[in-house]
């Protein structure tokens, strides 16, 4: 699942701080994309390693199956220190030779607010290394050199950009720019989230912190329902973009008004 065929790039990388983040934020996103051809990836900045429960290798186990679950064709995870996500240079230079590796066309990022300190910076992160990656000098003059995707030095990889940048907004409450339709993906999305046993079974470690096993369903249905219901659809989750979108046919535009 960590490597791409020749001359093969992603549609849609997702980024963000932890495992399993990207199955609480876009899971159903991603498998839905990957349900029409679509290659899909997801890019784990850090390893779980601090997590109050379970641990790193319980954590890979975990997240390999989840992508099973979400029709994930690639998946990775860097060595940033999990609790410690800084937008460094070398961690920029990290995740921008993913991004020129795997070349995705869209790249998803956690919105730049929240309560955890690794997910905002992993949004930061994650731009300001799209914007590196496209730098045709960077891995030629010194800049970069040595950085490695685990396959690929930098300085072997062509300069690349996404075309899109979005941010998945469920971690924060802020109306999002549209919703993606996922009722037909919403059960799987759950079943990928409940693949981390080791976060979502009832412990004594962190138990006021995590819901109850009881509980998860009802939270997460109820966010689907929420976003979805803005959408006027039975399940949904949201994004943000930060350019003004384009319209060519008014009688096209989704979502009824009234």
């Not at 290798?57 to 975990?62: G, I, M, N, T, V």
């Not at 689907?224 to 039975?234: E, H, I, N, Q």
Request: with cysteine.
């Amino acid at each position: 699942m960590t490597s791409l065929s020749q001359n093969q790039s992603l549609d849609i990388l997702a980024i963000a701080a932890h495992r399993d983040d990207v199955e609480q934020t876009c899971g159903g996103t991603l498998l839905k994309a990957a349900q029409r051809g679509q290659r899909t990836g997801i890019l784990d900045l850090t390893r779980g390693e601090m997590g109050t429960r379970g641990t790193a290798e319980d954590r890979e186990r975990e997240a390999n199956d989840a992508a099973n679950i979400l029709s994930v064709c690639w998946r990775r995870a860097l060595d940033i220190p999990d609790g410690r996500v800084e937008n460094t240079w070398e961690n920029r230079v990290k995740v921008a030779a993913v991004i020129r590796e795997t070349r995705p066309r869209v790249v998803i990022l956690p919105y730049w607010k929240g309560r955890h300190p690794d997910h905002y910076t992993a949004s930061t992160l994650g731009y300001e290394a799209c914007f590196l990656a496209g730098l045709a000098k960077l891995g030629t003059s010194g800049q970069g050199l040595g950085a490695s995707t685990g396959n690929h030095e930098i300085s072997a990889l062509s300069p690349h950009r996404p075309f899109k940048i979005i941010y998945a907004t469920i971690y924060y409450d802020i109306r999002p720019t549209f919703v993606v339709d996922i009722s037909e993906q919403f059960e799987a999305k759950f079943a990928s989230i409940l693949a981390y046993k080791s976060q979502f079974s009832d412990q004594e470690a962190g138990k006021d912190l995590f819901p109850a096993h009881e509980d998860i369903r009802a939270r997460v249905d109820s966010m689907a329902r929420f976003y979805g219901m803005l959408g006027g659809v039975t399940h949904g989750e949201p994004f943000l973009q930060k350019e003004v979108g384009l319209v060519e046919d008014l009688l096209a535009i989704p979502v009824k008004s009234i």
